[in-house]
């Protein structure tokens, strides 16, 4: 399985509308994505601004081919697209070890 992290920067005082364009562009789109396993969303406390975003994914290839290289990745950018303030920062990893 492969983790996809996603730090988003969003415009300030936009907090509760991309709190409910996040949710609804994962339930819309992103859920029905090949190779999609689950997600998990955290948002800043000192940086209210600032929110994780982490998916998991079957393989790399289901993020970066059939993902963002296909039609869903457009819906998904025009739902949550509108509040960044710059271009998310993306990175992948492989599980290491985890807590029982």
Do not use: C
């Not at 996040?22 to 969303?41: D, E, H, L, Y």
């Not at 710059?86 to 992948?92: G, L, M, S, T």
Request: net charge neutral.
């Amino acid at each position: 399985m492969i983790l996809e992290l996603a730090d988003i920067r969003i415009a300030p005082g936009q907090q509760a509308e991309f709190d409910a364009a996040i949710q609804r562009g994962i339930a819309t789109v992103i859920s029905g994505a090949k190779g999609f396993r689950g997600f998990k969303v955290n948002k800043g406390i000192e940086s209210p601004e600032r929110y994780v975003l982490m998916i998991f994914w079957d393989t790399l290839e289901n993020h970066t081919v059939d993902f963002r290289q296909g039609p869903l990745f457009a819906q998904w950018r025009a739902i949550v697209g509108p509040y960044f303030a710059a271009p998310p920062a993306v990175e992948h990893f492989t599980l290491l070890a985890k807590s029982a």
